[in-house]
Structures are given as C-alpha cells and as structure tokens.
C-alpha cells in the first residue's frame, strides 16, 4: 500500500514563499498523475495543481496560476509544491494525491474521485 507524507507546510507572512514535498514509501511507485489539493476550514477541498509523473507536464488551478509550481523528482519518489507571492486565502491543509488511472491533464485532474492515494495533508497558514 502506498503512503503519501507531505512535509514542509508552516506560518509564514503575506508574499512569502514555501515549499511542500510529497514522498511516495514505496521504491515501486509508479502512478499516472500526482496532483495536490488543498482544503480551507469550513470549504471543500479544492484542486491545485498537477504533474504527469512520466513527462513532467503541468496543469494548474487558476487561482495559482504564475505563483505556484509543481515539480517531481522520479529517482527520490518525490513531488515538489513551490508556493510563492503567499497569500492569506492560500492558507489551508495541502494534500497530494496519486492517481493510475489519469492518463491526461484534462480537467479531470480536478477530480478528488480519480486519485487512489492521499497524504495526511501539511499546513500552510498565511497571514495579512
């Protein structure tokens, strides 16, 4: 079974950067798309951005688009979240999930349902 750990959350201020990770326990891991997600308290979990683990494309959801992005290093298992130009409605548990089934980055990629796997979530809080 695969574990997904997303590390790298923290406080930080408005227009600061971070970066989250995501590290797959499995040496075997192979899935289709990686994406992550975030969820504010009180709203649903929302689509962020996303990554084809064998090319590299990206999506991104518009709200990040310019300020986010999203990288994976095959060999360590590992899925990056570059977060920069912060703001306080990015504040949220961010979540990455796998999926095998997701052959494109169509808008599918905002689907909770197609990702089989899914971390603990990691939190970002940023404040004004």
């Known amino acids: 079974q695969v574990q997904l750990v997303e590390s790298g959350g923290g406080l930080v201020q408005a227009g600061d950067s971070l970066r989250l990770s995501c590290v797959a326990s499995?040496?075997?891991?192979?899935?289709?798309?990686v994406g992550w997600f975030r969820q504010a308290p009180g709203k649903e979990r929302e689509y962020v951005a996303a990554?084809?683990?064998?090319?590299?494309?990206?999506r991104y959801a518009d709200s990040v688009q310019g300020r986010f992005a999203i990288s994976r290093d095959n060999a360590k298992n590992t899925v990056y979240l570059e977060m920069n130009s912060l703001k306080p409605e990015d504040t949220a548990i961010y979540y990455c999930?796998?999926?095998?089934?997701?052959?494109?980055?169509?808008?599918?990629?905002?689907?909770?349902?197609?990702?089989?796997?899914w971390g603990q979530g990691t939190q970002v809080t940023v404040s004004s």
């Open positions: 499995e040496r075997t891991f192979s899935p289709i798309t």
């Open positions: 990554i084809s683990w064998r090319t590299g494309s990206t």
């Open positions: 999930a796998a999926s095998r089934s997701l052959g494109t980055l169509g808008s599918e990629v905002a689907d909770l349902r197609r990702y089989e796997w």
